[in-house]
């Protein structure tokens, strides 16, 4: 009899275990999918950045990364994001699993970046107004060239005038006059117009000497360079591969002010 | 290129002394025979002379013709003009007494074997110009 019922009882066992294998498996069954979907715990972050075509980021300090978008897990992510010319932004986003967000951001541009445009653009007005400013001269010398030089000219044909006058004039009086008054008077304007395009020629072979040896100058400038620090304050935030992958590289800045 | 610069201020120089000489020096004008200055060739000169008889108010008188040849060629146009005859002549001669460049002066009275000098000057609208004194000797 005992025999009997323990045997009953380790059935009984037997089957209580079974009945709880089969629950915990149909539990497992049921909650899989949602095991499956929280273990990942995922979200896209999509990145509307201005400028939109090179800007690389550094995701939580550690990976730097060139794409418009990345998958992340849920949680609280730090970023740093540059691109050339600009300055770099740190900023934290909250990724949120199963979702998609956008981090909209301008990035400023760098204060090397404004120095160095201002400085160029001072570089090119300068030497803009260094070339252009003989040239100009030049060709104000010129013209004042080409006109004493037709006054000079008219001046020639007044006093040719005259000679042909004399020679042909059967008027005493007339000639007297020719000679005493008219010829001296148009001599001196002649003496005038001469003196004028002896100046302005002089001008003008000044202005092109100084136009040639200040544009000779001009092309040993040195055009001012940009350095772009931003640059290599990014590349010294993260282990970056190189087009080969194996490279290593890294920034160091030190901080001089302290 | 210092030989082109040298150049070009050789013939920069070389404009300027060039354009100094373009005006017209006063003193030089003495070729047109209507000027007073004039310098030339004589406008006047004798061509031929003949000494007659004549009846000059009821005497007879030797008088002496000088023929004088007007240089119209060197005039620079063709123009009318007048002749001032001088002493003894004293007669002002219009270009139309003139024929083929030919004017005659007569001298009255004159005496066989004595020169005779007559300044012409060229003269128009008042004024004169060239001046030569033409002689001849009576006969």
């Not at chain 2, 003193?27 to 000027?35: C, E, M, Q, V």
């Amino acid at each position: 009899m005992n025999g009997a019922m323990e045997w009953s009882t380790r059935g009984e066992a037997l089957m209580h275990l079974r009945s709880m294998k089969s629950i915990a498996l149909g539990l497992a069954l049921w909650l899989a999918p949602w095991i499956a979907t929280t273990a990942q715990q995922t979200g896209i972050l999509r990145f509307v950045v201005d400028p939109g075509h090179d800007f690389s980021f550094i995701v939580d300090k550690t990976h730097r990364l060139q794409q418009r978008e990345i998958t992340l897990t849920e949680g609280l992510h730090h970023f740093s994001v540059w691109a050339p010319t600009r300055s770099i932004v740190d900023t934290s986003v909250f990724v949120v699993a199963g979702h998609t967000s956008d981090l909209v951001m301008k990035l400023p541009l760098s204060s090397e970046f404004v120095a160095y445009r201002k400085e160029l653009s001072a570089y090119q007005v300068r030497k803009r107004w260094t070339i252009a400013a003989p040239l100009i001269a030049l060709a104000g010398s010129l013209t004042w060239t080409g006109i004493a030089w037709g006054k000079y000219a008219d001046a020639k044909d007044v006093l040719e005038a005259d000679r042909v006058n004399y020679a042909i004039n059967v008027d005493p009086a007339a000639i007297a006059a020719l000679k005493s008054s008219t010829i001296p008077l148009h001599n001196d304007e002649l003496k005038q117009a001469r003196t004028k395009l002896m100046a302005a020629t002089g001008l003008s072979v000044a202005s092109a000497v100084a136009t040639y040896l200040l544009a000779k100058r001009t092309s040993t400038w040195q055009v001012p360079l940009f350095e772009d620090e931003q640059k290599v304050k990014f590349d010294g935030m993260a282990w970056v591969p190189d087009p080969h992958g194996n490279v290593f590289m890294a920034g160091l800045i030190i901080n001089l002010t302290r | 290129m210092i030989n082109g610069r040298a150049f070009l201020a050789l013939g920069i120089a070389v404009s300027f002394m060039a354009c100094k000489k373009d005006g017209i020096e006063v003193a030089d004008l003495t070729s047109n025979p209507f000027d007073a200055d004039y310098e030339g060739t004589a406008v006047f000169t004798h061509e031929d002379d003949t000494t007659t008889v004549e009846s000059v108010g009821g005497a007879p008188m030797r008088v002496l013709t000088v023929e004088v040849r007007v240089h119209e060629e060197l005039f620079g146009r063709p123009t009318t003009y007048q002749v001032q005859a001088g002493a003894p002549v004293n007669e002002m001669i219009p270009s139309n007494d003139v024929e083929n460049g030919i004017l005659r002066l007569r001298i009255l009275n004159t005496t066989p074997g004595q020169q005779y000098c007559t300044q012409l000057r060229l003269g128009n609208s008042g004024a004169y110009g060239a001046s030569n004194t033409v002689c001849a000797t009576a006969e």
